[in-house]
């Protein structure tokens, strides 16, 4: 069973930064793509950035320019890196696949107050 373990959330005020990570099962790092979601309370899971094995990478409209994602092939490691922080990212964090999702994980807290 692949288990997805997220990582660095944290409070942080409006503006601040966070870095998120995910180790990834190796037997499917090298080969996937993968994403990073948020689910808000009330709201549906949304899918916030995503980046292929070849490190193309993709975001939503509402966090671009503000979130990077990337992986680390040596550490089977993908990252968030949040900065510009507004009270609306405020949610749990989840990686997944992009197009083949594995069982969720706990995910991460992410709570942006001042």
């Known amino acids: 069973q692949v288990q997805l373990v997220e990582s660095g959330g944290g409070l942080v005020q409006p503006g601040g930064s966070l870095r998120l990570s995910c180790v990834v099962p190796?037997?499917?790092?090298?080969?996937?793509?993968m994403g990073w979601y948020r689910q808000a309370p009330g709201m549906q899971r949304e899918l916030v950035a995503s980046?292929?094995?070849?490190?193309?990478?993709n975001y939503a409209e509402s966090v671009k320019g503000r979130f990077t994602i990337s992986r680390d092939n040596a550490k089977n490691t993908v990252y968030l890196q949040m900065n510009s922080l507004k009270p609306e990212d405020t949610a749990v964090y989840y990686c997944?696949?992009?197009?083949?999702?594995?069982?969720w994980g706990q995910g991460t807290q992410v709570t942006v107050s001042s």
């Open positions: 997944n696949g992009r197009y083949i999702t594995y069982a």
């Open positions: 190796r037997s499917i790092f090298s080969s996937t793509s």
């Open positions: 980046i292929t094995h070849g490190d193309y990478t």
